[in-house]
């Protein structure tokens, strides 16, 4: 996906794995024996890198080539870990049955229609060990919607050196244009890289819905990592939920 292609030489600069992330990895990993992780649309591999740091057995994959390069590169050192290419819909594919966590952050689910999302789900459950857990994070596309908000915030990084604009053009309630504009300062003259590609918002009732009907009980929505209580006005939607 030429989109993140663009991206990736700022991508962990831009969307570096937070404390509040590692400590959620943490936990999740004291509520049962964590042997194998998996992450879906992995990015860089940089949430990977905490979970193959302490032994865990890791696979991820993304649809993109360019970022499938990085995490095998930030992941070479860990024989446990790989990185593949493909999609949600490669999902029974490339992950080892018996997973005992599934990730899917960073908004990627709201990049295919929801059907397929709704499908991925129900791979992601196939897969998963009994008692083992998804964890998955979009953004509250209910507040987002209801407001009627077009620009999200501005992003910095690399003292300021990198900007990342992004905007939202709706095309109703189940579509919207994801417009950016990447400014890398190098040299005498700016870089800047558009880019334009299709989502496909998932609200919290639809979401709950889906995770629902793929098996998984019990389901828990926060606000953010750190475990807030998700609410009408949470900026992000953070679910961990578990299988029976």
């Not at 990895?25 to 879906?40: L, N, P, Q, S």
């Not at 397929?116 to 791979?123: G, I, K, N, S, V």
């Not at 939202?168 to 558009?194: C, H, M, N």
């Not at 009907?213 to 475990?227: K, Q």
Request: proline share 6%.
């Amino acid at each position: 996906m030429a989109f993140y292609t663009d991206l990736c030489e700022v991508y962990d600069a831009l969307f570096p794995v937070s404390d509040a992330q590692r400590a959620l990895f943490d936990k999740i990993r004291g509520m049962g024996e964590i042997r194998r992780v998996a992450d879906a649309g992995c990015g860089s591999g940089a949430q990977l890198l905490h979970f193959a740091s302490a032994g865990v057995s890791c696979t991820g994959y993304d649809p993109d080539p360019a970022l499938v390069t990085l995490a095998r590169k930030k992941l070479a050192s860990f024989p446990n870990a790989q990185v593949e290419a493909g999609g949600f819909a490669d999902t029974t594919r490339l992950i080892h049955p018996d997973t005992d966590l599934v990730l899917c952050l960073g908004n990627s689910l709201v990049h295919v229609p929801q059907e397929e999302a709704a499908r991925f789900l129900t791979d992601a459950a196939s897969v998963i060990a009994p008692g083992g857990w998804l964890l998955l994070q979009i953004l509250n596309y209910e507040r987002l919607f209801r407001e009627g908000i077009t620009e999200l915030p501005l992003m910095r990084a690399v003292d300021g050196a990198v900007e990342f604009r992004r905007s939202y053009l709706w095309e109703g309630q189940r579509k919207l244009r994801f417009q950016t504009a990447l400014r890398i300062s190098a040299g005498d003259e700016p870089r800047i890289v558009r880019n334009n590609i299709p989502l496909y918002p998932l609200y919290p009732e639809e979401l709950w819905d889906m995770i629902s009907v793929a098996g998984f009980t019990p389901i828990r929505f926060y606000g953010d990592f750190a475990s807030s209580e998700f609410t009408p006005e949470s900026e992000a939607l953070v679910c961990l939920a578990r299988k029976p």
